[in-house]
């Protein structure tokens, strides 16, 4: 097991007052996505557990994409059982989205 750590600053926080999110399924081959609410709005904290190993750049490019986007005040957590690319991106896409939901 590989595992990754980014921390990047972001245009903006996240929207909504969602205090957590859970997507994907890691048994499928696929990944899940844990998204939690912290204290700083400017930062985005990423750790990723994956099989995969020696693909840091890639990982890279997918977070940076993403958190460009404004994903401030998160804490993502990544459990890979070997997602590609566009399936990491529409994850996290998907976590953020039900972050930004109204509380339940």
């Known amino acids: 097991m590989e595992e990754l750590s980014f ?3 972001t245009p903006r926080p996240a929207a909504g007052a ?3 999110a859970i997507v994907g399924v890691v048994a499928s ?3 899940e996505v844990l998204v939690e609410r912290t ?3 400017d930062i985005c904290a990423i750790d990723i557990a994956t099989a995969a190993h020696g693909f840091r750049a890639v990982w ?3 977070i940076g994409d993403f958190v460009a986007r404004g994903a401030g005040g998160l804490r993502i957590s990544i459990n890979d059982g070997g997602a590609r690319p566009d399936m990491v991106a529409l994850r ?4 953020l989205r039900m972050i930004e939901e109204p509380e339940a």
């Open 7 to 9: 921390t990047l600053k």
């Open 18 to 20: 969602r205090r957590q």
């Open 29 to 31: 081959g696929n990944l």
């Open 39 to 41: 204290a700083d709005t």
């Open 60 to 62: 890279e490019a997918v």
């Open 92 to 95: 996290l896409a998907q976590g």
